[in-house]
Each structure stands twice: as C-alpha cells, then as structure tokens.
C-alpha cells in the first residue's frame, strides 16, 4: 500500500545496513518519507540522502531540543555511531543548508525539558538551559518565516508554552505537532489553528489513552508518522522502526473512526503532500 511517512529519521546511522532495501521496497508503491533533521550534522546527511532519492524523499533541517544546549548530554547511537556532533550547534548552517530543493521544512525543533532530569546543575542553571532551548527554537521559527517554510514541531508537555512562543513570534505559517502526545486541553487550542496539523505516531498503538482526541481531530488536519528508528508500533513494539510501519497507525486510525485503511492513507498521503508544498 501508499504511504507518506511524515516524521523519519532515515539518515540515521541505525539504518546503515538496511537502507537500501527499505528505499527499494517505498520506490515499488511509490511511497514517500522525509528525512527529518535533528542536528546540524544528520541534516546534511539527511539532505543528501534525499537529494539522491528525489522521486521519494524530501528532507528538513533543524535542530532538535536535545542537541540546543551546546554540549553533548549523552550520545544517542541510533542517531549517530559514527557521526561526530559538534557543540554547541551552528545554527547558521542551516540557512545553507535549505538552499536544496530537497528541502520542504524548518525542524524538528521546539521544547522538551524533560532531557534535564539526567543532568546535573544548579537551579539557576535550569533555567539557563530553558533559554538556551528557547533561544534555538526561536532561531528557526525565524528561518522558517525567513524561507516561508512549514515547522516540524518536537513539543513534549509544553504545549501552552510552544503556542505562546509561536504567537509571539508571529509565526503565520504551517506547523504540525509531531508525535502529538498533548492532553485534551491542548487539543482544544492547536485545532483553532487551521494551519497546524497533528502528527499521530506509533505510540497511539500502545495504549487507549488518546483515542479520543484520534475520533475528535478532523481527517484533514492529520497526518501519519513513524518516527523511525525509533517508537515502533504494535505489533513491532521494540523492533527497529521502519517507514512500512506507519501502516499500523493508520490501521488504529481506521478502526477509531469507523473508515477504511485505505481511505485514512490516502487523506494523510494528500495532506502530507500539501503541507510540505510537494
């Protein structure tokens, strides 16, 4: 079957090995992906890639909360086993970088301060931290506008903070909320904005708790993600995420809202296009 897998990482050294044969397989039903970026270093990579594969993928560049604070906070060898990531990260870079056609997004970036529980530091450094997180993610809220491209939006609980800093930016473009894991509350708030959309990833095959949101959030503001390597879905939980397996999540979407799998691939494959500009 068709798919647009909107969140991957296939650039990734996790990949190295495998690759080839999942290109070879997405090419037969002429599905599609994009290689997301999450540091300096695997946009490039991620660029490349898809610059090589044009007919069906496209890339993003950004950089990811976890790689904002200018030091390393612990190596992640799915990302990177070989790769040097260099710190702190040369934002500027990315200017450079989205000069490829490749090129249809601004991300993942955005805020998750859950990664400071493994780091050590005083209070007043926290709070340090939290700018520097904010201070990144601004930067490329910037760009994006700069460029007039969508955002691909890591937020991990802080929904309320991310809409304000968007807003304060005057942020008047697209953005989708990747792996939304948001409460009701946030739902209700995102969905005023007709421009940003909701990524639904893997973890929505884990469990029940976000069901309702899945029946409530209109097909046309949804699109599918895996997220790979990494959040497999059930029934491949701890296995190595592969772009075929965002199948599953539209199973679970098809199922929740009483349509065909079929018809929930087509729409995210439609929306995805028109939300990266394809």
Request: glycine fraction near 6%; proline fraction near 3%; charge should be negative.
């Amino acid at each position: 079957m068709q798919f647009f897998d909107s969140h991957c990482h296939l650039q990734f050294e996790a990949f190295d090995g495998l690759r080839d044969q999942i290109l070879s397989d997405m090419k037969k039903d002429n599905s599609r992906t994009i290689n997301v970026g999450s540091s300096i270093e695997n946009s490039e990579s991620g660029v490349l890639l898809a610059d090589k594969h044009n007919d069906i993928l496209i890339s993003s560049v950004g950089v990811h909360p976890f790689h904002s604070l200018g030091f390393e906070i612990y190596r992640d060898t799915d990302e990177a086993h070989n790769l040097k990531i260099q710190y702190p990260q040369d934002l500027n870079k990315l200017r450079k970088l989205a000069e490829s056609s490749s090129v249809k997004a601004i991300g993942e970036c955005g805020i998750d301060f859950s990664y400071f529980k493994d780091l050590k530091g005083e209070e007043r450094d926290i709070e340090i931290w939290k700018q520097k997180q904010i201070e990144c993610f601004s930067f490329q809220i910037g760009l994006a506008k700069e460029l007039d491209l969508p955002l691909i939006l890591h937020i991990r609980k802080e929904y309320q903070l991310a809409l304000n800093i968007l807003k304060e930016s005057n942020f008047k473009g697209k953005a989708v909320f990747h792996f939304f894991k948001g409460k009701v509350d946030d739902f209700k708030e995102i969905i005023k904005n007709e421009k940003y959309l909701f990524g639904l990833s893997g973890v929505i095959t884990y469990d029940t708790s976000r069901d309702e949101i899945i029946r409530e959030v209109p097909m046309d503001r949804l699109i599918i993600e895996t997220d790979a390597p990494y959040v497999a879905p059930i029934p491949f939980r701890g296995e190595l995420n592969q772009p075929k397996y965002v199948i599953k999540i539209a199973e679970k979407i098809a199922k929740l809202k009483g349509i065909s799998i079929e018809q929930v691939l087509e729409t995210t494959f439609k929306n995805a296009m028109e939300f990266f500009n394809i």
